[in-house]
């Protein structure tokens, strides 16, 4: 009898992911992909699965001027009923939810003996908690059956400290501890604030996260990370296991230097393998392992313990061992070593390609040589080295076809798997193709990864593709002349929409640099390109240099056009995630022609796609723009309520400088109402974010704060000159602020003060 298709599903764990996501609101395809990063038409295709089972509902909702499906969980409940002759499986829309989620894949353990003491630490001990060790000696083993409810993160080398934030996010608000999910999806990178919301997320629900292979990481935050959380975690707990003991110092961390077994316990896996051996046998085995778990499972596989030394031990396995495996497992073994990381079966099923694999896998399993977690198969890193040294496998089709395997998903890990494994193979001509699914799909490899991107493109640097990619991570950065020399020797050997993104990328730097009559050039030479491309994305990458050189120049009338023609053309690609920017863009244009209505009209549809997509970021940048256009229109009442909204969130996910963008709106629309008590407490408050964090449109607040004592009929010139002291360097900020304030406020007395300083410094 087939398994019951509910059963099946909920067997998933990305089903269990999407379900735990949408505990928290209503989402598109799309978002759901970005968060979980999967590809969207896998992710599409499981939401229509679950939906009709009944775990989901989908409905579609008018915004923008289309019709957008959105999905939301529509149970709370699954139940099984054992009943006279039959199972029945039923689905509730009951308030508990309490789906055994596991975000990241952990070890299944079928064997375990001993480690009372250690297992003993571990559950009584909290804060951060190291088990090291050398490898083989069952660290993972015994955290993964110490934990089994744990949050697993798996070390690769690939990742980065914003995809491990990511999936912590997604961990802590499966848990109902939202906080940090909001802050990432909110473009919050600040390390100190992520560490933080991590800290109070593991305090709050007191949850388990296991760091695995911490040895592997090359990124020197997660190591921060740990040490940050030694001191302050309290309640919940951080494992780690490594090969090498991390330097984190003895304050809250909890070290055990795990060895072999003892002789009992080794005694008791030799029985529990159902092997039968002598008290003789087993003293030459124990002195030649010393416990090590690996060891004695593989020697237990052999027949019988023959004479050897520990130098010889390993050439022993392998003879006694290897010699006795079928053709097929020989192969499996030389595929599974050729890669550093575990390998999922779907992906081992294009490689091996013979319908045994399943056998086969079981066969090497059983002998210890291949390990399982979830559905992901890998080596042991001592059996590794010689599986690769007996590999009779074609390396670089094996790595082509598995890094087009990776492609296929169009998740930004995968992504980079691919590229790694295609430059192994040395499949230089491939990293053009990889470059435009980046471009066009992908574009948030360089936002979670820009480390191990750039350490990947690196190691291809005298690639012109690769060097529009190095050249994009640095402008991120703020590196624009290191930016522009890439592109500029990269660009005679691009063609096509690649032509056209190098220029777009170009007219950007100088665009920075205020070197108006280059972007002029580069605006003419991009639109001949798109001419004769006829490209969709070409045109888009025109319109948007178009529209940001417009605006500069004070042509508003021709920047609306040009970012109504943006809109028309992200619609045509489908690009949801671009959209709301545009509408924010087309807004701003109309406020600063004075049409504050029509402005507030775009807010507004911004406003509504963003909840439609569930992107709570952009639906609370949407009320800072209401704000600011209310505003402008005078009814501050209006403007204080949905500045108020944008506020609080920003300033609970910690993205102050999201913040400080929308303090300063209600802070005028308090004295537009009069109420200087309010407008003293936004004040004070953009003053301790410029404190804490630098950030200089923050220092605006001493302004307000000397306008406050104005109107109360003191002298605010202190703090006026407190600011302009803040501010040096940023003067259009001062000259912003004090050009908003005369729709509420008779500016002339403050610029008299700050005139005054003004000519103080001069002399």
């Not at 978002?31 to 939906?51: F, G, T």
């Not at 250690?118 to 059956?145: D, F, M, P, Q, Y």
């Not at 040294?389 to 998740?411: F, I, V």
């Not at 501010?727 to 000259?735: A, N, P, Q, S, T």
Request: with cysteine; glycine share 8%.
């Amino acid at each position: 009898m087939g398994m019951h298709p509910l059963m099946r599903v909920l067997s998933s764990e990305i089903n269990l992911q999407i379900l735990g996501v949408l505990r928290s609101g209503s989402f598109h395809p799309r978002e759901l992909a970005q968060i979980l990063q999967r590809d969207e038409s896998d992710v599409s295709r499981r939401l229509k699965n679950l939906e009709r089972l009944g775990l989901v509902e989908g409905r579609w909702v008018h915004a923008s001027g289309r019709n957008i499906r959105v999905y939301s969980l529509k149970v709370g409940e699954v139940n099984i009923h054992f009943e006279p002759g039959e199972v029945r499986i039923e689905a509730k829309g009951k308030t508990s939810y309490k789906f055994p989620i596991r975000w990241e894949r952990r070890p299944d353990v079928n064997l375990f003996v001993g480690r009372n003491r250690e297992i003993n630490v571990l559950r009584r001990s909290s804060g951060v908690i190291v088990v090291h060790g050398i490898a083989g000696i069952g660290k993972t083993t015994l955290v993964a059956w110490t934990f089994p409810g744990a949050y697993w993160y798996s070390i690769t080398g690939m990742e980065e400290f914003e995809y491990l934030t990511w999936q912590l996010g997604l961990f802590l608000n499966s848990l109902e501890w939202p906080d940090l999910m909001d802050y990432l999806q909110g473009g919050g990178r600040r390390e100190g604030d992520v560490l933080e919301l991590i800290l109070k997320g593991l305090e709050s629900t007191g949850g388990t996260i296991v760091i695995d292979d911490l040895h592997m990481c090359r990124d020197e935050r997660v190591s921060r990370m740990l040490s940050y959380l030694a001191r302050r975690l309290k309640g919940g707990r951080v494992v780690v296991t490594t090969r090498l003991k991390p330097n984190l110092g003895t304050e809250g961390v909890t070290y055990i230097h795990l060895r072999g077994l003892k002789p009992k316990e080794a005694y008791q896996l030799a029985r529990l393998k159902g092997k039968k051996i002598t008290p003789g046998e087993f003293a030459e085995l124990y002195g030649l392992t010393l416990g090590h778990p690996l060891t004695l499972n593989l020697l237990l596989e052999t027949h019988g313990v023959q004479e050897s030394d520990k130098e010889r031990l390993f050439d022993f396995l392998f003879s006694e061992i290897y010699q006795q495996l079928s053709e097929g497992e020989k192969r499996m073994l030389s595929i599974l070593g050729l890669f550093d990381e575990s390998i999922e079966y779907d992906a081992l099923k294009e490689l091996y390609r013979e319908r045994s694999i399943f056998t086969v896998l079981h066969s090497l399993r059983r002998r210890g040589l291949v390990e399982r977690v979830s559905e992901h198969y890998s080596l042991h890193e001592m059996i590794r080295g010689f599986a690769r040294e007996m590999s009779g496998s074609n390396r670089e089709q094996c790595y082509l076809r598995y890094s087009e395997y990776l492609l296929k998903k169009a998740a930004p890990r995968e992504f980079l798997m691919a590229l790694k494994y295609i430059i192994k193979a040395e499949a230089r001509d491939r990293i053009k193709d990889l470059v435009f699914l980046r471009i066009r799909k992908l574009r948030r490899v360089i936002m979670d990864f820009p480390k191990a991107y750039l350490r990947l493109l690196l190691e291809v640097a005298d690639d012109p593709y690769a060097k529009l990619e190095i050249g994009v991570i640095y402008f991120q950065k703020g590196l624009f002349g290191k930016a522009m020399r890439l592109w500029l020797e990269a660009e005679p050997y691009l063609t096509g929409v690649f032509k056209v993104k190098v220029k777009s990328l170009l007219s950007s730097v100088c665009m920075e640099f205020g070197d108006l009559g280059c972007v002029r050039e580069y605006l003419k030479e991009i639109k001949s390109l798109a001419e004769g491309l006829d490209d969709t994305y070409a045109w888009l990458l025109y319109y948007s240099e178009k529209t940001k050189y417009e605006f500069y120049r004070d042509n508003l009338t021709e920047a609306l056009e040009s970012s109504f023609k943006e809109l028309e053309l992200v619609k045509a690609l489908g690009d949801i995630e671009e959209e709301p920017h545009i509408l924010f863009h087309i807004g701003d244009t109309y406020l600063e022609m004075g049409k504050a209505r029509k402005a507030i009209e775009y807010y507004r549809n911004a406003l509504d796609l963003s909840r439609v997509y569930g992107v709570h970021f952009r639906e609370y940048v949407a009320y800072t723009e209401l704000a600011k256009a209310y505003y402008e229109v005078g009814k501050y009442e209006q403007a204080v309520g949905y500045a108020t909204k944008s506020a609080e969130y920003f300033l609970r996910i910690r993205s102050y400088r999201r913040a400080v963008g929308t303090l300063p709106y209600r802070c005028v629309s308090y004295i537009g109402l009069g109420n200087l008590d309010s407008a003293e407490e936004d004040a004070r408050e953009l003053i301790r974010i410029a404190q804490s964090t630098g950030y200089p449109p923050a220092w605006i607040g001493y302004i307000l704060l000397g306008v406050v004592e104005e109107l109360r009929g003191g002298d605010g010139k202190e703090y006026f000159e407190i600011a302009w002291e803040h501010l040096r360097g940023h003067e259009w900020i001062y000259r912003t602020v004090i050009k908003g304030l005369r729709k509420v406020f008779e500016t002339s007395v403050i610029e008299a003060k700050v005139n005054g300083l003004n000519s103080q410094r001069a002399g």
